[in-house]
């Protein structure tokens, strides 16, 4: 990405440096070998999330929820955060980002290093008991799945484990108000990876008197942004950081 292309977002952040939440989707985690929903190619040409990921699959159909699940994000751990996710830290590590609220479960974010994240749609890092309520690490569902037991039990009391991700037809998650707070509290949004369509998680997007944008594909909110730039997110955030001189 050309320098001078970069050059209005740059600005953009330094006078609202600070006071600049970030607001992620699946589209920053493409890059790191992760289908997002909606691109060609993404999980919507494949499933309905709504038959598969939902809460309602999770109490009728709880195998085939599993099966399913342990099969696309059971590899999360072993993928690689991206030239994005670091950048992003960088820029919060430098004072530029106050928060990055993130609509994905992958947890690149945090092993990139960025530390003020708020994970609105859960995490894969655990799940816990449907019964008890007590927590394990993901790694203990998926090695029962592996193993042939699916789905997974509860290593106390035996009932259902779920992921801690929310589900179609789940309450929001804890993240949600926070994030809504750090919005009305900041000054710019910046949007990367996400076509803003997932309700309500896009009300976030437009809390903030200024909004930027990058995202490869148009979104519902491009014509209210400040500024919007349609291409990668890697080569773009990194761009960033060059013109804004932070190694
Ligand atoms: P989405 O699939 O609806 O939209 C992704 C957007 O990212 C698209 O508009 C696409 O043009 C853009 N995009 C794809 N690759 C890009 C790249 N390299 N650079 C810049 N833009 C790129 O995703 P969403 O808005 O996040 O909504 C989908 C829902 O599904 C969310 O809740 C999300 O968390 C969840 N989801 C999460 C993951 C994950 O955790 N990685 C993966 C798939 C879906």
Redesign the pocket.
Same mark, same amino acid.
């Given at each position: 990405m050309e320098a001078q292309a970069i050059q209005p977002l740059a600005r953009l952040l330094r006078d609202h440096k600070g006071t600049t939440i970030v607001l992620?989707?699946?589209?920053?985690?493409?890059?790191s070998g992760?289908?997002?929903?909606?691109?060609p190619g993404?999980?919507?040409e494949s499933i309905d999330?709504m038959e598969y990921l939902s809460v309602w699959a999770l109490e009728r159909t709880p195998a085939r929820f599993w099966d399913y699940f342990a099969r696309l994000f059971g590899s999360f751990g072993h993928i690689q955060p991206n030239a994005?996710h670091v950048a992003l830290a960088r820029l919060e590590a430098e004072g530029y980002v106050h928060t990055v609220v993130?609509? #994905?479960? %992958?947890g690149?974010h945090t092993r990139a290093g960025s530390a003020n994240v708020l994970e609105v749609?859960g995490h894969v890092r655990t799940v816990h008991c449907t019964g008890c309520a007590h927590t394990f690490p993901m790694a203990e569902a998926l090695r029962q799945v592996a193993d042939g037991h699916c789905p997974p039990g509860c290593p106390r009391c035996g009932e259902l484990l779920r992921p801690d991700v929310v589900l179609f037809g789940d309450m929001l998650s804890q993240a949600f108000p926070q994030a809504i707070e750090a919005a009305r509290a900041s000054s710019l949004t910046l949007v990367?990876?996400?076509?803003?369509?997932?309700s309500p998680?896009?009300s976030i997007a437009v809390l903030s008197p200024h909004l930027a944008i990058? #995202?490869? %594909?148009p979104?519902p909110a491009d014509a209210r942004a400040d500024l919007v730039i349609h291409?990668?997110?890697?080569d773009?955030l990194a761009a960033l950081l060059e013109t804004l001189g932070i190694p």
């Open positions: 992620t989707g699946a589209g920053i985690s493409t890059e992760i289908p997002d929903f909606r691109s993404g999980l919507y999330p994005g993130t609509q #994905n479960i %992958d690149l749609h990367v990876g996400s076509s803003l369509t997932v998680a896009n990058i #995202n490869r %594909d979104t291409a990668p997110a890697g773009t």
